[in-house]
């Protein structure tokens, strides 16, 4: 399976949901790839950083690739692993587009505080160029930083509701300090000691929507 984690925005939370997921899948016993296609690296970043930590054992293959070149690249490697995880920059670059051809799904996560028609929009649009050539593709939108309570959730989840190019994910994962906590450990929000239970029962919730499956780890499995 391919997934690209994107969208139009910086800060939206694309490479803690790329990162997260790749490390999701590992603790599955997945054989995964972690893709960074976006030049600031973050995703590089961190996976150097988990290296160092967990002394190389990461559970996952990491990469860098940009531009048109990818395209052909993801599709080499895609066949060598069950999942490659996909991590784009927060803008409608080349990198982000070569990736889509070639993506099973398109997860795009939406920030509720700063929420925007505008990019809405222009996400729609670009998913609607790429099913031109990729028709399989299937996209999936879901909020990221959700507040506690508040009408801006539902504002944003009433707006991705109505977008058809984009199925919604009734999946927020809320604005947790355990996501800057793991990763400065080079962890995942699974894999915290001691588990910060809304953090990981949110993103096991949204792991299950995007992989239809139910993760078998208990916080803090070793990969
Ligand atoms: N659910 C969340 N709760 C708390 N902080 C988050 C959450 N998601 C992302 N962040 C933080 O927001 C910042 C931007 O997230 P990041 O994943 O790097 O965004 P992007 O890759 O879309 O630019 C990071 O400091 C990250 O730790
Ligand atoms: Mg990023």
């Not at 099913?131 to 504002?155: I, K, M």
């Not at 604005?175 to 990981?200: F, I, T």
Request: proline share 3%; no cysteine; net charge negative.
């Amino acid at each position: 399976m391919i997934y690209v984690v994107g969208g139009i925005k910086g800060g939206s939370g694309k490479t803690t949901v790329a990162t997260n997921l790749a490390v999701a899948l590992a603790l599955e016993g997945r054989d995964v790839l972690l893709v960074d296609a976006d030049d600031q690296e973050t995703a590089t970043d961190f996976s150097a950083w988990r290296n160092e930590r967990t002394e190389g054992r990461t559970g996952y293959t990491s990469v860098q690739l940009t531009g048109q070149a990818a395209r052909e690249e993801l599709r080499r490697l895609a066949s060598k692993f069950e999942d490659v995880v996909i991590d784009t920059g927060g803008r409608d670059t080349t990198s982000q587009r070569a990736a889509l051809t070639v993506a099973d799904l398109y997860l795009v996560p939406f920030n509720p505080r700063s929420f925007d028609v505008w990019t809405l929009e222009k996400v729609t649009r670009l998913i609607q160029e790429i099913q031109t050539v990729n028709p399989d593709l299937r996209s999936y939108a879901f909020l990221n930083r959700a507040d506690p309570r508040g009408s801006d959730n539902d504002e944003a989840a009433d707006a991705l509701r109505d977008t058809e190019v984009l199925q919604f994910l009734d999946a927020p994962l809320g604005n947790r300090k355990a996501y800057a906590n793991a990763a400065a450990q080079g962890l995942g929000v699974l894999e915290l000691h001691p588990e910060d239970r809304k953090a990981s029962t949110e993103f096991r919730g949204l792991y299950q929507q995007i992989t239809g499956q139910v993760p078998s780890t208990t916080g803090g499995k070793e990969v």
